[in-house]
């Protein structure tokens, strides 16, 4: 049979297992939320209905996560079953506890997004494999086979989760399974997909399910492609050509005045009858080819930039057709980065609601994205004066930035200036004397064969760190005590020379 196939019936029979479970033993106390759980509620949905138990999702802090908790919670709302979500920076152990202890005391049926494949195993110590199911896409500990009925991954059927379908697609492809209506959530696996860089290879080109995914959504018209110079599409079109062009090209670049006279000479207005500023969207079909043309040969002919740069000038848009146009989230590659500075910002909920087209939750996600800007910038100046050099790593500690944009500020580091020969692992302050650690890598050091989920869980089983590790090949992470740092850097730099020394 086929790999997609295969998950298919596997998500199938998991379709039943759930109704199965939730439709026996009824619940004492259908209101009441686990109460140390509480404050981390962002969104529920209780309904009387004819299920026995009440749904609590768990899902990843990330755009994929959030992605994945917006499908399932319309999923649900759709079948009028009740639930709740709680979004987890981590799925640590002590949060299992909690879950465990939920089960038992409110006679809950758990889902687990985007995380849980690497938790399994001590998911199956502490709960009974009838009481929670996982939609995950990470690389599981053990490749099962058959996979048990409660854990649906596509490693299990010889699909990439890094990059063939995110967590938002698995949890998709379930809710089709579900209901053919969710078909018109294919946009949002996309977001999803997007958030975690699925597409990040030469073309910008999603592969696998991704593409399939992809092409549902644009035959139901939920996404439009759009091929346009790579420049913000809603800034003022100068300010655009000035700041954010993809690669330096001299006399446009930071230069107001060669902006100017390279689009009078073109033909272009940079303001329209009203003296409002135009942006990139505001351009005529017949406009945006002209400016693309010229922005091209000016590169190419004048500057002599080389064909492989230039094609970095253009780039594919992916529309989402919800959205009014006019604003920068319309674009799935902006949605996704809105939901991630909602989720950092501890504003997840908001995040999901817009996503979701919540007109409210959009303005405020919009204005939480601005704050979450701000606070990135400061902490990668303030980590670039941390970098420690060690043989085979470089490290990153610095206290004064928060656990939950550690991750991004590690990815911006290693696609920046310097750090190209070594992996990056980032640490950051966690409570009670813990800490968290992102660890990234980029291309060249993955065509080495170096993979950093492999090399996170190994170190932390040598020290017999009790939370598992989890992560990509080009991305991992894991929670250490802090007295385990010196041990955790020298055990992450002997396995990293294993893989690439
Ligand atoms: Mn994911």
Same mark, same amino acid.
Request: proline share 3%; charged share 25%.
């Given at each position: 049979?086929?790999?997609?196939?295969?998950l298919?019936?596997?998500?199938?029979?998991?379709?039943?297992?759930?109704?199965?479970?939730i439709?026996?033993g009824?619940?004492?106390?259908?209101?009441?939320?686990?109460?140390?759980?509480?404050?981390?509620?962002?969104?529920?949905h209780?309904d009387?209905?004819?299920f026995?138990?009440?749904?609590h999702?768990?899902s990843?802090l990330?755009?994929?996560?959030?992605?994945a908790?917006a @499908?399932m919670?319309?999923?649900f709302?759709?079948?009028? @079953?009740g639930f709740?979500?709680?979004i987890?920076?981590?799925?640590?152990?002590?949060?299992?506890a909690?879950?465990?202890e939920?089960?038992?005391?409110?006679?809950?049926?758990i889902?687990?997004t985007?995380?849980?494949?690497?938790q399994?195993?001590?998911?199956?110590?502490?709960?009974?494999?009838?009481d929670?199911?996982?939609?995950?896409?990470?690389?599981?500990?053990k490749i099962?086979?058959?996979?048990?009925?409660?854990?649906?991954?596509?490693?299990?059927?010889d699909i990439?989760?890094?990059?063939? @379908?995110?967590?938002?697609?698995?949890?998709?492809?379930?809710s089709?399974?579900?209901?053919e209506?969710?078909?018109?959530?294919?946009?949002?696996?996309?977001v999803?997909? @997007?958030?975690?860089m &699925?597409?990040?290879?030469?073309k910008?080109?999603?592969?696998?399910?991704n593409?399939?995914?992809?092409q549902?959504?644009m035959?139901?018209?939920?996404?439009?492609?759009?091929?346009?110079?790579?420049?913000?599409?809603?800034?003022?079109?100068?300010?655009?050509?000035?700041?954010?062009?993809?690669?330096?090209?001299e006399?446009?670049?930071?230069s107001?005045d060669g902006?100017?006279?390279?689009l009078?000479r073109?033909?272009?207005?940079?303001?329209?009858?009203?003296?409002?500023?135009?942006?990139?969207?505001d351009?005529?079909e017949?406009?945006?080819?002209?400016?693309?043309?010229?922005?091209?040969?000016?590169?190419?002919?004048e500057?002599g930039?080389?064909?492989?740069d230039i094609?970095?000038?253009?780039?594919t848009?992916?529309?989402?057709?919800?959205?009014?146009?006019?604003i920068?989230?319309?674009?799935?590659?902006?949605?996704?980065?809105?939901?991630n500075a909602?989720?950092?910002?501890?504003?997840?909920?908001v995040g999901?609601?817009?996503?979701?087209?919540n007109?409210e939750?959009?303005?405020d996600?919009m204005?939480?994205?601005?704050?979450?800007k701000k606070?990135?910038?400061?902490?990668?100046q303030?980590?670039?004066?941390?970098?420690?050099?060690?043989?085979?790593?470089?490290?990153?500690?610095?206290?004064?930035?928060?656990e939950?944009?550690?991750?991004?500020?590690?990815?911006?580091?290693?696609?920046?200036?310097?750090?190209?020969d070594?992996?990056?692992?980032?640490?950051a302050?966690s409570d009670?004397h813990?800490?968290k650690?992102?660890?990234?890598?980029n291309?060249?050091l993955?065509?080495?064969?170096?993979d950093?989920?492999?090399?996170?869980r190994?170190?932390?089983?040598q020290?017999?760190?009790q939370?598992p590790?989890?992560?990509?090949?080009?991305?991992?992470?894991?929670?250490?005590?802090t007295a385990?740092?010196?041990?955790?850097?020298?055990k992450v730099?002997?396995f990293v020379?294993? &893989?690439?020394?």
């Amino acid at each position: 049979m086929i790999p997609l196939n295969e998950l298919l019936n596997a998500m199938q029979k998991a379709k039943d297992f759930l109704f199965a479970q939730i439709e026996k033993g009824a619940s004492k106390n259908q209101d009441e939320i686990a109460p140390n759980l509480q404050k981390k509620v962002s969104l529920q949905h209780f309904d009387s209905s004819r299920f026995q138990k009440n749904i609590h999702i768990y899902s990843h802090l990330d755009a994929d996560g959030l992605s994945a908790a917006a @499908i399932m919670a319309k999923m649900f709302t759709r079948e009028n @079953i009740g639930f709740q979500i709680t979004i987890l920076n981590q799925l640590e152990s002590q949060y299992i506890a909690t879950i465990a202890e939920e089960i038992s005391k409110y006679n809950r049926f758990i889902v687990l997004t985007d995380f849980g494949s690497g938790q399994y195993e001590i998911l199956k110590e502490k709960l009974k494999t009838t009481d929670f199911l996982i939609l995950d896409h990470h690389k599981p500990e053990k490749i099962d086979n058959p996979p048990e009925i409660n854990h649906i991954n596509p490693y299990f059927y010889d699909i990439r989760g890094e990059d063939e @379908i995110s967590g938002a697609g698995i949890c998709y492809l379930f809710s089709k399974i579900m209901n053919e209506k969710n078909q018109d959530l294919a946009a949002l696996a996309i977001v999803g997909a @997007i958030g975690d860089m &699925q597409n990040n290879n030469d073309k910008s080109e999603f592969k696998g399910i991704n593409q399939k995914i992809l092409q549902e959504a644009m035959n139901d018209r939920k996404i439009i492609l759009e091929k346009n110079i790579a420049i913000s599409r809603t800034r003022p079109l100068i300010q655009s050509l000035i700041y954010s062009l993809p690669l330096e090209i001299e006399g446009l670049s930071g230069s107001y005045d060669g902006v100017v006279q390279f689009l009078n000479r073109i033909n272009i207005q940079a303001t329209d009858e009203l003296n409002h500023s135009r942006t990139l969207i505001d351009l005529s079909e017949m406009e945006k080819k002209t400016l693309t043309n010229a922005l091209i040969q000016y590169a190419l002919v004048e500057k002599g930039i080389s064909t492989d740069d230039i094609k970095k000038l253009v780039t594919t848009f992916y529309i989402l057709t919800d959205f009014d146009p006019k604003i920068s989230v319309s674009d799935a590659r902006e949605m996704s980065s809105l939901l991630n500075a909602c989720g950092r910002r501890g504003k997840q909920g908001v995040g999901i609601a817009a996503l979701l087209g919540n007109a409210e939750a959009l303005t405020d996600a919009m204005s939480e994205k601005k704050d979450y800007k701000k606070e990135l910038s400061r902490a990668i100046q303030s980590a670039k004066k941390q970098i420690r050099e060690y043989e085979y790593i470089r490290t990153v500690y610095d206290n004064t930035i928060d656990e939950r944009i550690i991750g991004t500020i590690c990815s911006i580091l290693i696609h920046s200036d310097l750090q190209h020969d070594k992996p990056l692992i980032a640490f950051a302050d966690s409570d009670n004397h813990f800490l968290k650690v992102s660890s990234r890598a980029n291309r060249e050091l993955l065509d080495k064969g170096l993979d950093l989920g492999i090399v996170m869980r190994k170190a932390c089983q040598q020290l017999k760190i009790q939370n598992p590790a989890g992560g990509h090949p080009p991305a991992a992470g894991a929670k250490i005590k802090t007295a385990h740092l010196k041990d955790f850097i020298e055990k992450v730099n002997e396995f990293v020379k294993e &893989q690439i020394g």
